[in-house]
């Protein structure tokens, strides 16, 4: 009977991905190539990342957010907020202008002072534009003095670019400039949540590709944060050659962009590129033991030795299985992932002891 479950969750997976990305309803992934010069670059800053990141070093630059008050009652407060993204110049450059202010939703209770709470950035899976999904993660979590902050990603939402469509991003160097722009500003945030609002405690989650981003961030903070990926791959090669993804890929105009022959190379190329948002690669967290991932049993997006090469690389992490597939989890499994937001959180030491 599991076993029938489990393939009907699998099967589920492909039948939305087939919907989705096998009909015309919308445009590929990477329609315009791979990104020229801008795909170079990207490649060299992230090889040029590691060595750094190897000390844990990279110091995070302090942003300040101007907020604006949503709603307020006598328990909690939702404020949005803008910030200038702290990308250097020359990553600045390569982002398109509608992704170069942040913004940001910030959930609060108010029984408490921040010293005695933490906080914990939500990044954004694939297709998640806006605040609403990530606040009704994080509300019920009000009640256990955990606050929610919820970045909007560049090229989603407000930030995205006029001639993308939905989340299928135009060239394959928009998906690192992504990827890096979204780390650099979760860190970013997590500075301002310790230095300047004070909290106890912080953490960083994320679903699917939010996940991916959320290991990264919590890779390289310097100090220990409690670090939950759900559904997430151990690098985005997975999501895009082995996965579902593969056939929401635009793999002609990719060769094409190339001027090779065959769509093996290709591959093989896009194996290459993506190779630089391999999680194994990056340091293991300061407190390792704060890691928890939440993965599917029966997910047709995300193989299971994806998952379990990321556990294996960071030795005293923890993972997590719930029954069914993508879609359905991220339907039906909040409370595990709210769960694992708890215990990764109950994991670290207070910077203060609370009184």
Excluded at 107 to 129: E, F, I, N
Excluded at 151 to 161: A, D, M, N
Excluded at 217 to 246: D, K, M, R
Excluded at 300 to 317: C, F
Aim: charged letters at 20%; one cysteine or more.
């Amino acid at each position: 009977m599991a076993t029938k479950l489990g393939m009907l969750h699998y099967v589920l997976d492909h039948v939305y991905g087939a919907f989705m990305h096998r009909t015309k309803i919308s445009p590929q992934f990477f329609s315009r190539g791979w990104g020229g010069k801008q795909l170079e670059l990207l490649e060299r800053m992230i090889n040029q990342l590691f060595p750094e990141a190897a000390g844990q070093n990279w110091r995070p630059i302090l942003v300040r957010p101007t907020w604006k008050t949503v709603w307020e009652s006598k328990s909690a407060c939702l404020r949005e907020g803008v910030f200038r993204t702290p990308c250097d110049e020359q990553l600045l450059s390569a982002l398109p202008p509608e992704s170069h202010t942040a913004r940001v939703a910030f959930l609060v209770p108010k029984s408490v002072p921040p010293q005695r709470m933490a906080c914990v950035v939500h990044l954004a899976g694939t297709g998640d534009h806006s605040f609403e999904r990530r606040l009704r993660l994080g509300g019920p979590l009000l009640k256990e003095n955990i606050a929610t902050m919820v970045l909007e990603s560049p090229f989603y939402g407000q930030r995205r670019p006029m001639l993308q469509h939905g989340a299928k991003l135009l060239c394959v160097s928009d998906l690192l400039l992504l990827g890096k722009a979204t780390i650099e500003e979760a860190r970013s945030l997590l500075h301002w949540l310790d230095s300047e609002e004070g909290f106890g405690k912080m953490g960083v989650c994320g679903l699917s590709m939010g996940g991916v981003h959320a290991a990264m961030v919590g890779s390289l903070y310097p100090t220990p944060v409690a670090t939950l990926p759900f559904l997430s791959p151990h690098s985005a090669t997975v999501a895009f050659c082995e996965g579902i993804l593969q056939h929401a890929t635009a793999w002609e105009a990719l060769r094409k962009d190339l001027a090779v022959m065959t769509l093996e190379e290709v591959r093989e190329r896009m194996r290459n590129v993506l190779s630089l948002t391999d999680v194994t690669r990056f340091p293991i967290p300061k407190n390792p033991d704060a890691v928890i991932f939440v993965s599917a049993t029966d997910d047709g997006y995300i193989p299971k030795h994806s998952v379990l090469e990321l556990q294996k690389a960071w030795p005293g992490s923890e993972v997590r299985w719930v029954t069914g597939g993508h879609v359905s989890s991220f339907l039906l499994h909040n409370g595990e992932f709210r769960r694992a937001i708890v215990d990764g959180l109950g994991r670290l030491e207070w910077k203060e002891s609370p009184l």
